[in-house]
């Protein structure tokens, strides 16, 4: 087996189409699929260290599939931007049965401004967050042996603040905050294809986020998602890949939720590398491309957003 092989990623920080829905603020994580099956065919028991940062700058307001100006649609809020600098640590153990079990933790540094509409009068309103956001724990195992299908059981944890303030003391939309304060049931299915002395793989992945418990009159909305990609083997050490991610929201409820303006369709292209610096040590990066965005009311969405991160296996 190749080092690239050996030594691919096999946290699960994004196995779930990871992260918070996007909303009319613009709350968001990356929907990139960067588990072990994507990276690589990583199969050995061991435990594995993961760390990802991801820049997703959202200043481009939207209404439908149209991208509008700020406040050509006029709303309570006529949101202006969020940019995020987000970290995620994850944590993976692969046992020899192909059983595996992660644990995810992210960091969320988001920067927002919206102009407040106030009986006539505009008011600029600035957030500035650094918190801990929602973790997330998972099962994850074989449905059939040697099938290349396994199954993915998880939790998203209300680990994340939802009272964060701004420096005038007002309270943060909830998308904007951390965390949601719900309990989400996730179940995805995954399947990876290596092809014997081949340089090519190819693997899927289906998955849907439910809340179970809420907090406080916010239930985030359903979450369904679908990842396909492919990866090619260039030599031992660099490896490419591109994917393909859908992702489909519902809309947020409860009395502070905004129902009007959350969830919507997405789909992304995602090419990027993966390069093993030594046996136990890798390195990759993406780039994720909007191709069709339909989102509910008016929210902010991106143009691009970047992904780089390293694993180190122990």
């Not at 829905?21 to 990356?30: E, H, L």
């Not at 990139?32 to 997703?56: K, T």
């Not at 979450?223 to 393909?244: E, H, M, P, T, W």
Request: net charge negative; hydrophobic share 35%; glycine share 10%.
């Amino acid at each position: 087996m190749s080092p690239i092989s050996r030594t691919a990623l096999s946290s699960l920080i994004t196995l779930f189409a990871a992260g918070p829905a996007a909303a009319s603020c613009g709350a968001t994580f990356c929907t990139l699929n960067n588990d072990w099956r994507a990276l690589g065919a990583w199969v050995e028991p061991g435990l594995q260290a993961d760390v990802r940062y991801d820049f997703i700058d959202q200043d481009i307001p939207r209404a439908g599939s149209k991208r509008v100006a700020v406040g050509e649609i006029r709303r309570h809020h006529d949101e202006v931007r969020t940019l995020n600098h987000n970290v995620n640590l994850g944590l993976d153990y692969n046992f020899a049965d192909g059983w595996g079990l992660s644990l995810q933790l992210p960091w969320v540094s988001r920067k927002h401004d919206h102009i407040h509409n106030h009986h006539g009068d505009q008011e600029n309103e600035h957030w500035d967050i650094s918190e801990i956001g929602d973790a997330r724990v998972s099962l994850r195992l074989p449905l059939v042996q040697g099938s290349g299908f396994s199954l993915n059981l998880g939790l998203k944890l209300p680990t994340g603040s939802t009272t964060v303030t701004n420096s005038a003391g007002e309270l943060a939309e909830r998308t904007l905050q951390p965390g949601s304060g719900s309990t989400d049931t996730i179940l995805g299915i995954n399947y990876h294809s290596r092809p014997s002395a081949s340089a090519f793989s190819w693997f899927g992945q289906t998955s849907w986020q439910h809340a179970v418990a809420t907090h406080d009159n916010y239930k985030p909305g359903d979450r369904f998602s679908l990842d396909v990609g492919g990866r090619y083997a260039f030599s031992k050490n660099l490896s490419g890949i591109v994917q393909a991610n859908l992702q489909v929201r519902a809309h947020d409820s409860g009395a502070n939720a905004e129902p009007d303006d959350t969830g919507g369709s997405f789909l992304y292209i995602s090419p990027g590398i993966a390069y093993a610096m030594g046996p136990n040590t890798q390195v990759y990066g993406f780039v994720q491309l909007p191709v069709y965005t339909y989102v509910n009311g008016v929210q902010l969405t991106t143009g691009k957003s970047i992904s780089v991160g390293i694993s180190q296996r122990f």
